[in-house]
């Protein structure tokens, strides 16, 4: 019914940026009444929530992100963004969307590789 995916990553070198979008696609989803969040999880390393927004546009980040990061959202398309500046190369991770704090099926992710 509902389906959450991502795209976006790539393989870049550290100081690059890079632009994620989540598309929240099923009929019936009114995006506008969640909110919504970007996750990361690392190899070896525990799924965090990088970036939060809620239905209003107030956003959240974690410490590592703040500064970097902007998470964006448009209701009308069911799109989350996420644009990352100055990525260094503990920002690898398979990213996710989804809605929080009760999540949907987790989507497929799309990496991000920052290396030298």
């Known amino acids: 019914q509902v389906q959450l995916v991502e795209s976006g990553g790539g393989f870049l070198q550290p100081g690059g940026s890079l632009s994620l979008s989540c598309v929240v696609s099923?009929?019936?989803?009114?995006?506008?009444?969640?909110?919504m969040g970007w996750f990361r999880q690392a190899p070896g390393k525990q799924r965090e929530l990088v970036a939060a927004i809620t239905p209003g546009g107030i956003t959240t980040y974690v410490d590592s992100a703040e500064g970097r990061f902007t998470i964006s959202r448009d209701n009308a398309k069911k799109t989350v963004m996420l644009r990352m500046l100055s990525l260094k190369p503990e920002d690898t991770a398979v990213y996710y969307c989804?809605?929080?704090?009760?999540?949907?099926?987790w989507g497929q992710g799309t990496q991000v590789t920052v290396s030298s």
């Open positions: 989804n809605t929080v704090p009760v999540h949907l099926n």
């Open positions: 099923g009929s019936g989803t009114i995006l506008s009444l969640y909110a």
